[in-house]
């Protein structure tokens, strides 16, 4: 019956841990979620083949136990069974009717029952064979004991396929643990950990663009954020850092070329104030050659052409003396409201019959007076020199248009000038406009894309001049083959 209750329990133990092991293989996993995977399995199997280990011995000797138990209850069971009929037969024979029944009764392969003196007086507990010995009493007085003996075969095949099925689990179990492992750190450790080591080859190389794209809700998924944040970060830095730097250069740049404008605005000015005499005796003397109507006309052309280089040298002479004197002069010059309009009606008629013979129109829209703080001269100086200079980018003619307005408006960037209305004079030519590639270098000193003798690249750069020392600033704007229009901005007076 005991054999029967534990053969049923095991049959129970091994339906349970009958598991087939997966024949999935793992794909490869990266390098370095391998070597994590395999501290990992290794970690994991010792821990599963010691709590195994142990619960298995736990269980072996639980079973043990049992077999004992029930073997033993079985035992006394039989014991109580024949006690009246071992007591009759004692009553009877004494000794020897105990061992003529029970020998009557011996023939059962499986289990032995002998009658003993007293216990263990022929033990013959052995590996195989597990012995009770049940005490006999006869009224009231002990007079001997029985000794049933069973083979332990049945209970040594059931301890092995327990300790089996105990070693099949564990294998199983830690090939599924392996397997899970290797999977769980490729997909969660592995690839997100090679592409964090990608991307810090590439933060090392310099390369700074791109996101990791880790959408991992763990530890790596916070690194790979924080990676992602840190290198747009850095590269805004790198990217201020370069505009400084350019910045810096630029300003460097301005620096030496300002100083070398000193030097040579000296130079000029020295050589300019030595020239003019002298040349103002030539022109004059070539002038008096051409009026002589007795020359042959050979030595009258001669005589208005030397004339006429002359005056283009005395032209140049002035605005070198001009761009040399620009700062002293606006320091010297009392500023007043000037109206801009009347200005540049008067500018139109002093210039209309240079236009006219270029074939050029100078239209300045009737309006009301519009008053800007400043000097007159200067001001008439920086009007004279866009005016001039849009007739000059006029070769086929055309219409001059200067518009006068006020407006309120915010001054460049990097102007320290306060937003606010301003006095706008706008020259707007229809020449082929200015190539975008030299547009921000217009206002620089001696740069021009005029031919040779057409201009010094000083008139720009002087009315620039003028205006900033006026606190105004010019805007430019063309449209390359539809012309080209300059905004001068000028401080209203306070009312």
């Not at 390098?31 to 821990?47: N, T």
């Not at 009231?140 to 069973?150: A, F, I, K, T, Y």
């Not at 002038?287 to 030397?306: M, Y």
Request: charged share 25%; glycine share 8%.
């Amino acid at each position: 019956m005991a054999y029967a209750v534990l053969r049923c329990s095991g049959l129970t133990m091994s339906d349970s841990t009958k598991v087939s092991p997966p024949v999935l293989s793992p794909p490869e996993p990266a390098q370095s979620g391998l070597r994590l995977g395999k501290k990992l399995i290794v970690a994991l199997l010792l821990g599963i083949f010691t709590v195994l280990a142990a619960s298995g011995w736990l269980q072996v000797r639980r079973v043990l136990q049992v077999f004992e138990n029930d073997m033993r209850l079985d035992h006394a069971s039989i014991a109580r069974l024949l006690g009246k009929d071992i007591a009759r037969a004692y009553r009877q024979g004494g000794h020897v009717e105990v061992e003529h029944m029970l020998a009557q009764l011996s023939g059962n392969e499986r289990l032995d029952v002998r009658w003993v003196p007293r216990p263990g007086s022929d033990d013959t507990e052995s590996s195989t064979v597990r012995t009770h010995y049940l005490p006999v009493s006869v009224d009231g007085h002990e007079v001997g004991s029985l000794r049933l003996s069973e083979p332990r075969l049945e209970e040594h095949t059931f301890l092995r396929e327990e300790i089996w099925r105990e070693v099949i689990t564990t294998l199983v179990l830690a090939m599924v643990v392996a397997l899970i492992v290797i999977l769980t750190t490729y997909v969660l450790v592995g690839r997100p950990i090679g592409r964090l080591r990608a991307k810090t080859k590439r933060i090392a190389g310099g390369d700074l663009s791109g996101t990791l794209g880790i959408a991992q809700r763990d530890e790596i998924g916070d690194l790979a954020a924080d990676i992602d944040t840190m290198c747009a970060e850095l590269a805004a830095a790198k990217r201020r850092a370069q505009e400084e730097t350019a910045a810096r250069l630029q300003a460097f740049e301005q620096l030496r070329h300002a100083e070398r404008l000193v030097s040579v605005g000296t130079l000029a000015a020295g050589v300019a104030h030595e020239l003019g005499t002298p040349l103002g005796v030539a022109l004059a003397r070539a002038r008096l050659i051409e009026d002589d109507a007795h020359l042959p006309p050979e030595t009258l052309a001669s005589a208005k052409a030397i004339g006429d280089q002359v005056e283009r040298m005395s032209r140049i002479i002035r605005e070198l003396l001009d761009f040399a004197r620009s700062g002293q002069a606006t320091q010297k010059a009392i500023f007043q409201p000037v109206d801009l309009r009347k200005l540049a009606v008067a500018i139109r008629g002093l210039l209309h019959p240079l236009a006219r013979k270029k074939n050029i129109d100078i239209e300045v829209p009737e309006g009301d007076p519009l008053l800007a703080l400043g000097s007159e001269d200067l001001l008439r100086q920086v009007v004279v020199n866009l005016i001039m200079n849009a007739m000059q980018a006029m070769a086929n003619g055309g219409t001059i248009t200067v518009g006068i307005d006020r407006l309120v408006r915010d001054p460049p960037l990097g102007s320290s000038l306060p937003a606010g209305p301003y006095a706008r004079l706008r020259v707007q030519d229809q020449g082929p406009g200015i190539d975008p590639k030299v547009l921000p270098r217009i206002f620089e000193p001696f740069f021009t894309t005029k031919n040779v003798g057409e201009g010094t690249g000083l008139g720009l750069s002087v009315a620039w001049g003028i205006v900033r020392d006026h606190h105004g600033f010019i805007d430019v704007t063309s449209d390359e083959g539809h012309g080209t229009r300059f905004d001068v901005f000028l401080p209203v007076p306070e009312r």
